[in-house]
């Protein structure tokens, strides 16, 4: 065997070493994307020129007259059906995202069904976008588990999210993620965070007394 092909033990762990803090790294990164797309924490402040002003509570509002007009949100629901939000016009429209794989959208789902049951008659919609599941079975199983009875667009990509103004209305990684839209269609607060029952119904009350 000549010098060129003998490898020393102390090369070999060298070697081994080097592969094991590379493996490291990448699954440090996985890690860190995870939890920067799933999070119960997050801000919500504002941003670009989307006029949102952060409360104590951890929500963002904007002024009636300082509001941006909510994008177009149409296209195939979780169970195959097609929905347009325009259709809702005149109404407040909570709009929640969420994934089936994401554990603060399972901790706040019975949450959000409970209030848009008890909201409903007063005019109030909810609608979810459901994102990043590879497909409509685990949404759909996560909908029985949870109850939840409004539609919610099939959107596993993002690309829903990214109609929204440059600027930071929605921040892709911040799942879920929560936008109360007035009568007019213009968004009036927004969550980057998972919401406990009460927050989210002082989110929308003050939309809701609106005339």
Not at 117 to 133: A, E, H, Y
């Amino acid at each position: 065997m000549s010098a060129a092909t003998r490898t020393s033990p102390r090369s070999t762990t060298r070697i081994r070493s080097r592969r094991t803090a590379a493996l490291s790294s990448v699954g440090a990164a996985v890690v860190a994307l995870l939890l920067s797309a799933c999070t119960s924490g997050g801000t919500s402040g504002g941003g670009g020129n989307t006029n949102f002003v952060l409360g104590k509570d951890g929500i963002a509002t904007a002024d009636k007259g300082e509001r941006a007009a909510a994008p177009d949100l149409s296209g195939e629901t979780v169970d195959g059906k097609q929905l347009d939000i325009a259709a809702f016009k005149g109404k407040v429209i909570v709009l929640n995202v969420w994934g089936s794989w994401c554990p603060p959208c399972r901790a706040e789902a019975s949450g959000f069904e409970k209030v848009s049951q008890d909201l409903k008659d007063q005019g109030v919609q909810f609608v979810g976008i459901n994102t990043r599941d590879t497909s409509t079975s685990p949404a759909r199983a996560f909908e029985k588990q949870y109850g939840v009875s409004y539609q919610s667009l099939y959107d596993p990509t993002g690309k829903l999210m990214l109609r929204f103004a440059k600027g930071g209305t929605l921040n892709p990684q911040a799942i879920p993620s929560t936008l109360v839209i007035d009568r007019d269609g213009k968004i009036a607060a927004r969550s980057l965070s998972a919401l406990s029952e009460e927050k989210l119904r002082k989110m929308i009350s003050p939309v809701l007394a609106e005339k």
